[in-house]
């Protein structure tokens, strides 16, 4: 405590506790004249709050103090409540003060004295000094108990319980550091809640799990999940309605639907609802989804593929609460929190004129892309422990890897050839794939080798499926270049895009000259080898 | 600069008024450090800060550190001043604490001094002012200091709102002291005060005083006083030719007011069975102005914590000027005195 700045204490007149008129109110404790009692506190001011009801006795309450601790001037402030036990009443009051005071946080130091009161004064008191309205530190005061024989008599008065004890709770100190210690154990709970339990080694999305934590504990806004097919999008949709739900923030239901899987009225109907009659086919009323999802969680995923027509009234029943099912004149409300899900670059969309731009600006405040397996390979071990045991669970079956298959599993799902096309659908199938094989329910070597051919077959027919990754690389250059440079550039091209880092690039591509040579300047050569084409790692990245 | 620390023996406020005193008294600036170190809640607290800052005004001294919890003060007195003085300390202190501070320095001063004091006049931590009166002032006066003190209002704790006014003239004791005997038994005589309390809570304090000493009902009043709050307390006297002793027991919450009387009457008895003059308390507080004025002895029933931390004290100043004896069971004070050349 700086002793050399004026300590201001702040506080109601308590009615009841302070009152007292005759000669018998010394015999008691009151907490606003034991506040000026103590031997280790200077009050230089008090500013006493009350009703102009309470006029008579907050003017003898003044003169009380004044007497007991002349160096304190005393001012009285009026506050005005009709029901002091009324929350909102009172703390409006005591809000009202808190941004009208005259605050000087540089030059006086401050007490809020929150023993007098209602509880419900006293609630409000501890909320405007946690929110720093009140830049002060709590005391309370409390009647002390009698001075017994062994105590030292040296405090100069003899009638300690009079007087009472006080004790200073400063909200900002680090002593509360088990407290906040608690709370990070809460958010890490929170965490692991969102990945499942999977321990994450991925700095990046340790992060990104963490910012996700904290933002599904503080908003209803609406969450937009990027990121490609199989990251985990619907999984962590779940997850953060789990987590809601564990720390009571909704009470409705998850609600799910992959908007892929649904086209014109067939979406606009499972989304929200219909009245009998609505279009052919509508033979009885349809509830939607965004109804059933009232007071809940609504996970979209594939938001893009939705029509032009769905998304309007989606936005209106983000922003407004209501929308109107098909054929009904009645809005109908639902109180949802919405989290969309895309794989695709809404940006692009509309652009394309594909996506409303306003839904976006809606749906896009609390953006979070999940990395691909191939960004998170240092993740792939727990997550393929964590597949094991799903596959227990779900199948009633132990299954175990021996170590040499363990091993090379791991060896060639960390290696760049491994492109993880589906991400963690992939490791799942893979995993669900080897375990069902699984003779008396342990993996081997073979059976590895024959999975990792099995996913070298399914990525490869995908990676040309995608297209030739030339399109809009070279533009009109394209068509000079001859066949046998296309055909190389295209897959030096792919693998560019598989790895994280060009020098991870260039060790694939010269994986075997390296072998050869001492100094391995893989980076450089495949550099040399796309300036040919004006290219550079940023663009074929893209 | 003089250190000193503020731990040493009884290690509370005295060592702090009684070197206050001593430094405006020789001019010397002073350090007080560790101040209360060992107690519960060391540091300066209320009723300290109060002391202190009296001591500085009456002698226009600058103080640094001085604030609550403050572990250590610098002191820089000047010349004392005369003048009239207004202190109003509440309830945080005794009013005699501050004036035991202050009135040793204002016998240097340049003229006569008044002191008022407002806050508590009767607490059971300080020497009550009907002490001061009977007792101290009076050995005071033999020995040529001309001080008086009058008690405007009573003041209990925790309510206060009492006020004492002392009258000074300047000049420090210019007659060595010789107190050995107690003389000719002149009267003896007990007052029991009591504000807003029931009345038969005197009564019975006064009935059990009478019981405990076989005093007659002329030697014991009852006084209502006027005050702020709830006070009691019970203040026994002997008069004797050469010296008055005081005794005094405090009313509290929760406690008997016949123990109340009994723990006067104890003391009484104790001072009876001895022949000493000077009581344990009187003799802490004659210490400092015997060794400013002119010296002396004096007979006393027991040596204090308090009397052995002020000699202590007194010595960093003045040099080894107290010197303590055993003689017949009583302790025998001797002290140089600064005007004894």
């Known amino acids: ?542 | 600069m003089l250190t000193i620390d503020g731990s040493q023996g009884e290690g509370g406020g005295q060592i702090l008024r009684t070197s206050l005193a001593l430094a405006a008294l020789t001019g010397t600036p002073v350090r007080i450090e560790r101040i209360r170190a060992r107690r519960p809640k060391p540091g300066l607290q209320r009723q300290h800060l109060v002391a202190v800052q009296a001591a500085a005004r009456v002698c226009n001294g600058r103080l640094e550190g001085a604030a609550l919890h403050s572990g250590a003060i610098e002191f820089w007195p000047q010349a004392p001043c005369a003048g009239t003085y207004a202190f109003d300390i509440g309830s945080a202190g005794s009013t005699t604490l501050v004036l035991q501070t202050v009135l040793p320095i204002l016998l240097d001063a340049d003229g006569p001094a008044t002191v008022e004091i407002r806050g508590g006049t009767h607490n059971s931590m300080a020497p009550p002012v009907e002490f001061l009166q009977q007792s101290f002032l009076p050995v005071l006066h033999r020995v040529g200091v001309s001080a008086s003190l009058a008690l405007e209002r009573h003041g209990f704790q925790p309510a206060g709102g009492g006020c004492i006014r002392a009258a000074i003239q300047p000049g420090q004791a210019q007659i060595p002291l010789a107190l050995h005997e107690r003389g000719k038994a002149i009267a003896r005589h007990a007052e029991v005060l009591l504000a807003n309390l029931p009345a038969h809570v005197a009564s019975r304090e006064a009935l059990a005083l009478k019981h405990a000493l076989h005093w007659s009902h002329q030697e014991v009043d009852e006084r209502e006083v006027d005050a702020d709050g709830p006070g009691n307390a019970v203040i026994a006297s002997l008069r004797h030719s050469e010296v008055t002793a005081v005794f005094t027991a405090f009313g509290e919450l929760r406690k008997a007011a016949e123990a109340v009387a009994q723990d006067c009457a104890r003391q009484v008895a104790r001072h009876c069975a001895s022949q000493a003059p000077v009581c344990e308390h009187l003799a802490d507080q004659l210490l400092l102005p015997l060794a400013l004025g002119a010296g002396g002895s004096f007979r006393c029933t027991a040596l204090s914590e308090h009397a052995r931390t002020n000699a202590a004290v007194i010595a960093a100043f003045l040099g080894e000027v107290v010197a303590f004896a055993e003689q017949d069971g009583a302790c025998l004070v001797t002290v140089r005195g600064r005007q004894t050349g």
């Open chain 1, 1 to 542: 405590m700086s002793a050399s700045r004026p300590l201001v204490a702040i506080g109601l007149l308590g009615p009841t506790l302070d009152a007292g008129r005759d000669q018998k109110r010394w015999n008691r404790w009151r907490p606003s004249v034991g506040l000026h009692l103590q031997d280790d506190l200077v009050i230089s001011r008090f500013e006493m709050l009350h009703q102009r009801r309470f006029d008579n006795l907050a003017e003898g309450l003044a003169a009380d103090i004044r007497q007991v601790s002349p160096a304190t001037r005393v001012t009285s402030r009026h506050i005005e409540f009709s029901d002091p036990w009324d929350f909102e009443e009172v703390y409006g009051a005591l809000w009202g003060f808190a941004a009208g005071y005259p605050w000087k946080p540089d030059e006086e130091d401050y007490l809020v004295h929150i023993t007098t009161g209602t509880h419900v004064a006293q609630i409000c008191l501890f909320l405007l000094t946690e929110s720093r309205h009140m830049p002060a530190r709590l005391v309370q005061t409390q009647p002390g108990p009698r001075r017994g024989p062994g105590d030292r008599p040296d405090s100069g008065d003899g009638q300690a319980s009079l007087a009472g004890t006080h004790a200073i709770i400063d909200l900002d100190l680090s002593k509360y550091d088990k407290l906040a210690s608690r709370f990070a154990e809460e958010r890490a709970a929170g965490a692991a809640v969102l990945t499942a339990g999977i321990p994450t080694r991925n700095q990046g999305f340790a992060r990104l799990i963490a910012r996700v934590e904290q933002v599904a504990a503080a908003t209803r806004a609406p969450i937009l999940l990027g990121g490609p097919t199989g990251a985990g999008k619907t999984v962590l949709a779940r997850r953060i309605y789990e987590l809601k739900k564990a720390r009571n923030l909704v009470d409705g239901p998850f609600v799910e639907l992959n908007c892929a899987t649904v086209r014109g009225d067939a979406a606009g109907s499972a989304l929200f609802g219909h009245r009998k009659g609505a279009f052919t086919g509508a033979v009885n009323d349809r509830e939607g989804l965004l109804k059933r999802a009232d007071s809940g969680v609504l996970f979209l995923d594939e938001i893009g593929e939705l029509g032009l027509d769905e998304q309007a009234m989606l936005l209106r029943a983000v922003e407004d609460r209501v929308f109107l099912p098909l054929g009904a004149d009645k809005p109908v409300l639902s109180d949802f929190q919405l989290i969309a899900g895309s794989n695709r670059d809404l940006r692009a969309a509309v652009h394309a004129g594909r996506f409303r731009e306003d839904l976006l600006a809606r749906i896009d405040l609390w953006t979070f892309t999940l990395p691909g397996l191939a960004q998170r390979r240092e993740d792939i071990e727990p997550n393929l422990d964590y597949e094991l045991r799903r596959f227990a669970r779900d199948h009633g079956r132990q299954v175990t890897m021996n170590r040499e298959a363990r091993a090379r599993f791991l060896a060639f799902a960390a290696a760049p050839e491994a492109v993880w096309n589906a991400n963690f659908r992939d490791l799942g199938s893979a995993v669900t794939r080897m375990a069902t094989l699984a003779v008396g329910g342990r993996i081997d070597e073979d059976l590895v080798r024959e999975e990792i051919a099995r996913l070298h077959g399914q990525w490869r027919p995908q990676a040309d499926a995608g297209g030739d990754p030339l399109d809009g690389l070279l533009g009109a250059a394209a068509d000079k270049l001859d066949l046998f440079d296309r055909v190389q550039l295209a897959e030096v091209v792919r693998v560019c895009r598989r790895s994280r880092t060009l020098s991870e690039a260039g060790r694939t591509l010269f994986a075997s000259s390296r072998l050869a040579r001492r100094t391995a300047n893989d980076a450089d050569r495949l550099q040399k080898y796309l300036a040919r084409f004006d290219l550079d790692w940023e663009r074929v990245r893209g």
